[in-house]
């Protein structure tokens, strides 16, 4: 049961300072000099397709989610929570709005990309219903590594 008083909202490009911070308190990867660098995260917060949440408690950005979809498939990127708000239900309300969002695009399948050694979040999404799927091996091609 969570007794923090939590709200649920969009992302502000504001806020990025403070999420780079949840990003660096949750060790979390990112690419600073690439997809997360301010200009870009700002022209990707303004593509219809993109869901950027934030969880905030007393004013203070603890949680943040990024969901979007390709038109078939629904993904959750850069989940992450302050180490002092976990276990609390936070990042559960976060996937579940994304959930919702993604429905409200008629997308019925969600799928996320874990991190074999991230035991707890191989946890958090198997307890929220998620199928794990070991026999997949993911694949990318880069322009560059700062991507
Ligand atoms: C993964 C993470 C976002 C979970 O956030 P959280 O707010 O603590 O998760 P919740 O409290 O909403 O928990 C959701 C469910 O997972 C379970 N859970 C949470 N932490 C867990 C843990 N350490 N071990 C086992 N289960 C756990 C909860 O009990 C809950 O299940 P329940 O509703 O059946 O009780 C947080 O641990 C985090 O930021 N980790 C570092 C960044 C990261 O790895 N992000 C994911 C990248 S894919």
Known sequence: MNLLSVVI???HIEDYDALISLWDDANLPYKPEGRD??????????????????????GKLVGFIFGTHDGRK?????????????????AARLIAEVE?????????????LIEDWNTVSIQVFERLGYKRHSEVIYFTKRRDSKI
Request: net charge positive.
């Open 100 to 112: 919702s969002r993604l429905s409200n695009f008629g997308i019925g399948i969600i799928a996320c």
């Open 37 to 58: 660098r301010r200009d870009n995260i700002e022209q990707e917060m303004k593509q219809p397709i993109a869901i950027f949440l934030v969880a905030e408690v007393d």
């Open 9 to 11: 909202r969009e992302l």
């Open 74 to 90: 629904g993904w959750i990127n850069r989940l992450a929570v302050s180490p002092a708000y976990r276990k609390q239900g936070i």
